[in-house]
């Protein structure tokens, strides 16, 4: 198994230590005394005759190590080792755990220990000369200082001790030890947060371990703990353990860890009641387990799927326990089977709440508990309103038109309980409340349906997986293409029922289409299935959503194919009508505010790049070229993928006729021929698409985040390398 795979422990192992030897003297729920809970789990080794050997941290995964300083200098720092999980080399680590309803954690901090720095500088000397050749400091503002000049030593004085650069740990054996000072005499005492970082508005990129550093180094927070900034989810760390996959571990005596099983298995005191078993054991059913709830009280919308009113923060209580949530965040709870109230506190506030996820799992590798019961469910008596009005005038819309019944209670004159539970689909009772949480539907040509452009951005969710997508061979020009056309459909999370389509999502809007049998939904439909699949069974197939008969369509080699609901196809006018309702539009808008989904519809549109470049045109000396060869200039390409994302059919015809007798040289068009077939393509002939004038100068005022705008030079687009459609194949069979 690769290195990068490795999960451990975080402290060392010792031959001579043994479960008895580790003390959790306080964990995550323990009450602290005031009503809070604690986040942080530390741990006391014991230090006697039997086990005289002093504990050793190690990086618990794949990691970036970064500092932060809270007392001492140069020779002895002390503070907090923050151990971040490395985006590219943990991502086998990241999909195991979301493969078992858990996203995976940012970072593991270490509190208040004293580091060896000559041990640390011989240890990770290599790191420190890859710094100071190749990598560098990424200031604030995005730019680069090379650190060249600076010998190794120096870098680590002057820039890791201050929480500027971080220290690469592979991640492989108990061999790679953080080097700290150990106390002369007594037992060894450590604290451990882990957590996840989260974005603080819907559609932005989550925080990083350096910003997180930049507001711990503040005057006003030198003193505050990592889990006091309001973008930290605290995670429970045995709960951590407790799912991750044996086989992740270098080995059995790793996944057997003394600190682990003391973690994982103790039978006594109120933190050891709980789920931990052994970590790959059965979880037996009606004993307390850990339960995870996510709400987030970042914006959104007011013609979003779900409209609530605002929340500034909240607070979860259970059992005279409670836990405080800010911006956005998760609380877990140790729960009984059954149904258990989690009360919320609310704080009012200018956000509106969106539920992102409630989640609730039987937090064990191969737990099969069934619950007959809802699990638990989260009771808000808050204010709320369904109201539907008419797009374009503002008026309240008659009852004659289809409206979420099933989620609308009748009686709108009182206050009613939201309730939302995880062993069956969200119930909302949504009742009085301000006018203006409304949901957005338009009136035309008789048929009423939602209209949502979404929040979430092209350039929001590719700076959330830059790291992985530049693994992936991404160029900063094809991004740019990407975020010029998705305006002219939409973003991430759009949702569209109102037009001659029925339904249609994403950035480039793939339609259940109406007037062919098939539409290429079903193509997205099937790729997230292919490289999603705990996702599109999560999102799509509990709903009885499914695609069939997906092949590539032989005019223009983009994949088409049909949905399905319950099994029978939407083939035809009269069934697909049905998913103008309002619960569809729902169901789809939920699952793409999942950042799985955004990955997979970014790699989706990536793969039309290549059908375009692929696209063939016979020009005037009769000879066949490619689009991708002819066509290198990042402005023309984000008018024909527009053109190709709308009415693919007519680009050939169009760009062959804005080409006239040109021919290229060598291979590509030279930059004069170039701005005149861009001239003729996209100002003096009309493309035939819909709005095509609008279209084009929403493309033409694109700016990247430098302020500049498309390139219209020779050579400036790179076009993706790989065949295109290589995941298209044994799609189900409609009616098979």
Request: contains cysteine; charged residues 20%.
């Amino acid at each position: 198994m690769p290195n990068q795979t490795y999960v451990r422990p975080p402290l060392v192992y010792s031959e001579t230590a043994n479960a008895s030897h580790y003390t959790i003297a306080r964990d995550f729920d323990t009450a602290d005394g005031a009503g809070r809970l604690f986040v942080r789990t530390t741990v006391q080794v014991e230090l006697d005759s039997s086990n005289p050997s002093r504990a050793d941290l190690v990086p618990p995964f794949p990691a970036r190590i970064w500092f932060r300083a809270t007392t001492g200098d140069v020779t002895l720092p002390r503070g907090e080792l923050i151990f971040e999980l490395h985006p590219i080399k943990g991502k086998v680590i990241s999909d195991s755990l979301m493969a078992s309803g858990l996203l995976a954690p940012t970072f593991l901090a270490t509190s208040e220990v004293t580091l060896d720095t000559e041990r640390w500088k011989t240890a990770f000397l290599p790191w420190l000369n890859e710094l100071k050749e190749k990598h560098g400091l990424i200031r604030d503002d995005g730019t680069k200082q090379s650190l060249k000049t600076f010998s190794p030593e120096a870098i680590f004085d002057g820039f890791f001790l201050s929480g500027q650069v971080c220290i690469e740990a592979k991640g492989e054996l108990f061999t790679e030890v953080v080097p700290i000072v150990a106390a002369a005499s007594g037992n060894f005492v450590v604290t451990f947060l882990l957590g996840r970082l989260h974005a603080a508005h819907l559609g932005e990129a989550p925080l990083s371990v350096r910003q997180l550093l930049v507001w711990a180094q503040q005057t006003a927070n030198t003193q505050k703990g990592l889990q006091e900034h309001s973008q930290v989810a605290p995670i429970p760390l045995g709960h951590f353990y407790s799912l991750v996959d044996k086989d992740l571990f270098p080995g059995a005596p790793y996944a057997n860890h003394p600190f682990l099983m003391r973690l994982v298995n103790q039978d006594s005191g109120d933190f050891w009641n709980s789920i931990y078993n052994p970590l790959w054991m059965f979880v037996s059913p009606n004993v307390p387990r850990w339960r995870r709830m996510m709400l987030m009280t970042e914006y959104t919308s007011r013609d979003a799927p779900t409209f609530w009113p605002g929340w500034s923060g909240y607070d979860a209580i259970v059992n005279d326990g409670r836990q405080q949530a800010t911006v956005a965040g998760e609380t877990y709870w140790k729960l009984k089977d059954g149904l258990t109230t989690v009360a919320i506190e609310v704080n009012p506030g200018p956000a509106r709440l969106a539920v992102r996820e409630v989640f609730g799992g039987d937090f064990g590798n191969e737990a099969k508990v069934t619950l007959t019961k809802p699990d638990f469910g989260i009771v808000a008596d808050l204010p709320a309103v369904y109201r539907t009005v008419n797009h374009i005038t503002g008026a309240l819309v008659s009852d004659n038109h289809q409206r979420p019944s099933d989620l609308v209670g009748t009686d709108h004159t009182h206050r009613h309980s939201i309730l939302l539970t995880i062993s069956e689909e969200p119930v909302f009772e949504i009742c009085s409340g301000a006018a203006f949480h409304a949901v957005k539907w338009v009136n035309q040509s008789a048929r009423f349906g939602i209209v949502e452009i979404g929040l979430v951005s092209v350039r929001a969710a590719v700076s959330f997986y830059w790291a992985l997508l530049q693994s992936e061979q991404w160029k900063d020009s094809q991004v740019g293409v990407l975020e010029a056309v998705s305006p002219n459909e939409g973003n991430l999370d759009a949702v569209n029922t109102w037009d001659g389509a029925y339904l249609s999502i994403g950035i480039l809007q793939w339609a259940l289409y109406a007037l062919e049998r098939t539409g290429e939904l079903a193509g997205f439909l099937m790729f997230l299935e292919r490289s999603e699949p705990a996702r599109f069974k999560e999102y799509f197939t509990r709903h009885g959503i499914g695609f069939c008969d997906v092949a590539i369509s032989p005019g223009d080699n983009i994949p088409r194919g049909i949905v399905s609901v319950d099994g029978a196809p939407m083939n035809e006018a009269a069934n697909k009508a049905v998913m103008r309702d309002y619960k569809w539009s729902a169901v789809f808008r939920q699952a793409q505010l999942d950042v799985l989904v955004q990955l997979a519809q970014l790699r989706y549109a990536y793969e039309r790049l290549r059908i375009l470049r692929d696209l063939q045109l016979r020009l005037a000396d009769n000879n066949t070229y490619k689009v991708g060869d002819l066509i290198t200039g990042q402005h023309l390409v984000a008018l024909l993928f527009d053109q190709h994302t709308n009415r693919p059919a007519n680009v050939a015809g169009d760009l062959r006729t804005a080409i006239g007798g040109l021919l290229p040289v060598g291979v590509g068009f030279d930059q004069s021929a170039l701005d005149e077939i861009t001239q003729n393509y996209a100002y003096v002939n009309a493309r035939n698409m819909n709005d095509h004038n609008d279209r084009r100068n929403r493309i033409d005022a694109h700016r990247d985040i430098t302020g500049s705008p498309l390139d219209k030079n020779v050579g400036s687009f790179d076009w993706p390398d790989g065949q295109p459609n290589q995941w298209v194949t044994n799609s189900p069979t409609c009616g098979g």
